[in-house]
Every structure is written in structure tokens, then in C-alpha cells.
Nanobody, 122 residues
Framework: QVQLAESGGGLVQPGGSLKLSCAAS????????WGWYRQAPGKQRELVAT???????NYADSVKGRFTISRDNANNTVYLQMVSLKPEDTAVYYC????????????????WGRGTQVTVSS
């Protein structure tokens, strides 16, 4: 079973930056999309950014121009570079992989990581 491990979360002041990483435990041969969602206390989980296998990227309006998603195929890792962070970006950030096939030809409909906390506060 492929697993996703997020890292890079933490406490940062408003205007600061963080870079999140999501590493897959197996080589990913192909996928529909791979990305980040977040959930703030008392709110529903929401899409932050995704990247398709063909490199098409999708961002929530609230993060456009501030967050950048990228992919490292060699290391089976997706990143989320976050700059100009705001207090409203505070949430648990979850990595998600959809419609994936690993190098062993196993198919995964949807895989979620455990999440990493991002707190933006002075």
C-alpha cells in the first residue's frame, strides 16, 4: 500500500514562508492529480492546490499568487511553497493522491496523508 508522509509544517509569523513536502512510500507511475487540502478548526476540508499528471495546476482563489505546487518525479514527492502567509492560512494541511498507479501496477482510488499543522500567528 502506498502511504503519503507530509512534513514542513510549523509556526510562522504573518508574511512568512513555509514549504510543505509530501513523499509517497512507493514509486508512482501515473496519477490523475496529486495535491493539498486543508482543514481549519470548525471548517470543512478545502482544496488548496493540485497538480495533474500532465502538470496542469489548480489553485484555490484564496492562495493564488502566494502558493506554488510542484512535483519531483525522481523522489515521488510533491511540494507546496507558501509565501506571504496569513493567519487565515492556519490549518492542518493534508496531502492527497487520486487515481494513482504505482510501479507495481497497484491502483489507488484515493490516498490521504495524516496531515501537518501550519499555524500563522504573531
Amino acid at each position: 500500500q502506498v502511504q503519503l508522509a507530509e512534513s514542513g509544517g510549523g509556526l510562522v509569523q504573518p508574511g512568512g514562508s513555509l514549504k510543505l513536502s509530501c513523499a509517497a512510500s512507493r514509486s508512482i507511475f501515473a496519477f490523475n492529480d496529486w495535491g493539498w487540502y486543508r482543514q481549519a478548526p470548525g471548517k470543512q476540508r478545502e482544496l488548496v492546490a493540485t497538480i495533474a499528471f500532465g502538470e496542469r495546476m489548480n489553485y484555490a482563489d484564496s492562495v493564488k499568487g502566494r502558493f506554488t505546487i510542484s512535483r519531483d518525479n525522481a523522489n515521488n514527492t510533491v511540494y507546496l511553497q507558501m509565501v506571504s502567509l496569513k493567519p487565515e492560512d492556519t490549518a492542518v494541511y493534508y496531502c492527497n493522491l487520486n487515481g494513482a498507479i504505482d510501479s507495481g501496477h497497484d491502483y489507488y482510488y484515493a490516498v490521504w496523508g495524516r496531515g501537518t499543522q501550519v499555524t500563522v500567528s504573531s
